[in-house]
């Protein structure tokens, strides 16, 4: 028995773990399968790696990829991880055995790509991928393929010897046919995403043909520097070259589990598959698909009858295949010019196309090597770090890339408090941190330094919010004793605190203040779910009474912002999101809407075209996502999955580049605010993360936690002064 599984048998053995079907006794019982570490294989580093695998393994939720459930370590303290025991086939036994077409077996091909996709935005490489480590299940009658035993050679860090590799399931490779060449050559670290590229396209390759590039037989009898020399050297004959030059027998054997005859499976695969394959397997890795995503959308491009990126086309051939897709259109076109002028209009939006294509490719290959970059330093591997991101291009170099750049060189220590800290803010020249806690302290911090300024009881119960004024003259805190505190920052830098300058009462619990982008107002919202009344307020800030009467609502507000030209003012209160006229009043069109429920942030993106919102209870939104919607129409723009358990903040950084999430999982995201694509995952604190703030510089990002701390995450480019010595 290891912690609550109870060990059924030994079902699979790798190079560094032992795999075993396990029951687990409660709270619920159910057959999982448990992976250990070997005995005496238990060595610091190799602990760490597999602890920091194990991490992002559980972060991978993907339908594609067998699940972790559950991780911890041994009576006798060795780790281990519990994951979904997949009933499966591999999947070319599962295409062969239900004689699928070669149509079905890349529908299902592309799926285990999006699969390996998403490992690979999470910093992690397969490095085995074999049809024995993608098994097809039924569910309910429909095929899903699952991808297991994600990151063995990287949890080890062992390279390729002579010995032979096993996988999950007592199943071993016989041979490494399915290889890259870069792994093939025993420089390990070295090995990046376009490694997993070629395996797939191995897996392709034998899904089409029944075999693979390279022969089985004559690797299986060849010394090991031979095999090393086949796969680095050799150029393998293309799918099609190989499907002609097989045995008759074979050629029908192979073309009856495809649903079809040697003709035209030979005629099927030439051309546009081979194109595909060939690319897949290129040698040189810059020459395959940069990303695993990229190969799967050239598979649908041949799917959909659409031109295909693998091979330069000519317009020729391009017009051959907007013609097959639309031959009713081009059967009225009679005349020569009309139909010179369509296919040099598809050439056209072809290229473009193109052009999109190869953007987006670019942008996923430089997310990955991001994440890949931030696994290096988890496992203190210095140098590969740094070459990854060498190798980003310098046009897309973000937030993301200067915190890695920097982080090598200094981290600032956390700024500890005596409780949990709610709320954290910058001001506006960036150079003070505003802190309030749960004790209903409020805590003025240099940023550079970390030194404190100033420390005072603002408030009889928890603050559960601060902001600076835009000009830097005040403070405002709000409480859960029903209270609206504006400090003047003159008199607290002067330690003159024992009251505020205007103190404004709610109904209820302040969750939320914002100040208009002149300063002239300031908004403040609250309530309590309990009873379900909300109230949000707008005050002047000269005359200091309400703008308008109070508005209500049915639910406890928890958010306000106003939109940056000042116009419009947003809430969060239970699934809505609601804009209003920030004069008036007035609600200025339909609401936003998450289904989920229980919003607790909602923010502008700095030109104010964008709202983006986040919220959810841990127990009942398992896997809550960032919404963004247009702020004009409502409508929604994308949503962002990533994060594990509900969420708490949210910030878009001032330069409208980033944005920043976090919430019940103690991890802070940062995304791509224009393409919604995850760049980061911050980690360090130990309890659930309550806010995040860019600095106005947008270089620095600022989190404050349950765990009685503010973290400073700091992407101040390298040529810029350095940040002096914190001192806490």
Known sequence: IIGRYKLLERIGEGGFGVVYMAEQQHPIRRKVALKVIKPGLDTRQVIARFEAERQALALMDHENIAKVLDAGASASGRPYFVMELVHGVPITEFCDKNQLPPRERLKLFVRVCRAVQHAHTKGIIHRDIKPSNVLVTLHEGVPV?????????????????????????????????YMSPEQAE??????????????????????????????????????????????????????????????????????????????????LVRGELDWIVMKAVEKERARRYETASAFAADVERYLRDEPVEAWPPSAWYRFRKFARRRKALLGALSSVALMILVAAGMLIVSN?????????????????????????????????????????????????????????????????????VFDVAFSPDGNLLATS??????????????????????HQKSATTIRFSPDGRFLATGSLDKTV??????????????????????????????????????????????????EANVWDMNMGHKVFPTMRFTWAVRSVQFSPDGRRLATASDELVQVWDAQTGREQFPSCRDPDGQLEKVVFSPDGRRLAAVGGNIAVHVNREVKVWNATNGEEVFSLP????????????????????????????????QTGEEVLTLRGHRDNVFSVTFSPDSCKL???????TVRLWDATPMDREPTPEYRT
Not at 191 to 201: E, H, I, K, Q
Not at 438 to 458: C, D, E, L, M, Y
Not at 659 to 667: E, M, R
Not at 702 to 708: C, E, F, L, T, V
Request: with cysteine; charged share 25%; proline share 5%.
């Open 702 to 708: 600022a989190s404050a936690s349950m765990d009685n």
């Open 642 to 673: 990533g994060h594990v358990g509900g969420l708490r903040a949210l910030s878009f950084s001032p330069d409208g580049r980033r944005l920043a999430s976090a919430g019940l999982d103690q991890t802070v995201k940062v995304w791509d605010a």
């Open 186 to 267: 025993m420089t390990a670290i070295d090995v990046d995403t376009r490694s997993d590229v070629y395996s797939l396209g191995v897996l392709l390759y034998e899904l089409l043909t029944g075999t693979t590039p390279l022969d089985q037989k004559r690797l299986e009898q060849a010394a090991f520097d031979e095999v090393r020399r086949l796969i680095c050297e050799e150029e393998p004959p293309r799918p099609s070259a190989r499907i002609s030059t097989m045995g008759e027998g074979a050629r029908r054997s192979i073309s009856a589990q495809r649903g079809s005859d040697p003709k035209q499976l030979g005629r």
């Open 485 to 534: 505190n504006v400090w003047d920052m003159e008199k607290v830098r002067r330690g003159e605190v024992e009251e505020p300058l205007f103190r404004w009462e709610h109904a209820s619990r302040v969750w939320s203040v914002a100040f208009s982008p002149d300063g002239r107002h300031l908004a403040s919202a609250g309530g309590k779910e309990a009873e379900k009344t909300g």
């Open 437 to 458: 806690t749960q004790a209903g302290n409020v805590r003025i911090w240099q940023a550079k330094t970390g030194q404190v300024v100033q420390k005072w009881p603002a």
């Open 145 to 177: 393929p699952k991808v297991i035993d994600f990151g063995v050679a990287k949890a080890t860090g062992q390279q390729l010897t002579e010995k032979t590799l096993f996988t999950q399931f007592a199943q071993m490779v016989g041979t490494p046919l």
């Open 352 to 420: 473009v196309r193109v052009s999109e294509a190869l953007e987006r490719e670019r942008r996923n290959s430089y997310a990955q090597r991001i994440a890949l970059a931030e696994r290096e330093w988890s496992v203190n591997n210095l140098g590969r770090m740094e070459a990854l991101l060498d190798e980003c291009p310098p046009d897309l170099r973000g937030w993301e890339w200067h915190y890695l750049k920097r982080l090598r060189h200094s981290t600032h220590p956390p700024l500890r408090h005596e409780s949990p």
